[in-house]
């Protein structure tokens, strides 16, 4: 079976990647997902916004990458971007805490929303390190391979781009520095905005660190409003 033409991702990334659809591990993961849902599992997110972050933002148009663990748990709020929720859902601690540094930043007000999408668009891959979880456990889906996956992601962004800003919250984004050719690429580091790390987070100006960093090259800045 060829797994390629079996995967809804935006064809920029489906090219880059072809390769990794093809490696052994690949059907296991759908695999895991199948037999999870076989037991009664409530699997996040929805199937059409497992890529969503590829989706929305192809590989020609990447210019920053954040990096988060693991999808929402809870009900709704998962589709596909890390740290974003769709309109309508109240938006995690977490999510709360970026838009209060955005606004320390860049004295840009906290939306009234969690939706991320319009960052997205503007060529930021808001990319988890698991593209699924089951309802109710948080990394339920960290051992089926999703990790190689995204591993495979972040090393191909460094192999193939320049100039991508890396923005890495908390120990376990820090640990996927070790992906990244530092010498071509940029790489902000801090806290994780969770409410357990939040005062080492505040103050870490990535919103205006990333846009210094784009205008530097060239490149067009990032509207950080919602």
Known sequence: MNETAS???????????????????????????????????KVYPPSQLIFNAFNLTPFSELKVV?????????AGQAHGLCFSV?????????????FKE???DLGID???????????KQGILLLNASLTVNAGEANSHAKCG?????????????????GIVFILW?????????????SKHFVLEAAHPSPFSVKAFLGCKHFSKANALLKQQGKTEIDWRL
Do not use: C
């Not at 191909?156 to 781009?161: A, L, Y």
């Not at 376990?172 to 070790?178: D, E, G, M, P, V």
């Open 66 to 74: 954040v990096l988060g663990q693991d999808p929402y748990h809870g």
């Open 86 to 98: 769709p309109h309508g859902v109240v938006p995690p601690p977490s999510l709360k805490n970026i």
């Open 170 to 182: 908390g120990n376990f984004a820090r640990a996927k520095k070790s992906l990244i050719d530092t």
């Open 110 to 120: 906290a939306p009234a929303h969690g939706n991320l999408e319009s960052w997205a």
């Open 146 to 162: 999703w990790h190689t996956f995204t591993d495979a992601v972040i090393q191909k962004i460094s192999d193939e781009k320049s």
């Open 102 to 104: 955005v606004k320390a």
């Open 7 to 41: 995967v809804q991702m935006e064809e920029s990334w489906k090219n880059v990647l072809a390769d990794e659809f093809q490696k052994p591990y690949f059907p296991l993961i759908k695999q895991f997902i199948v037999e999870q849902k076989a037991k009664g599992k």
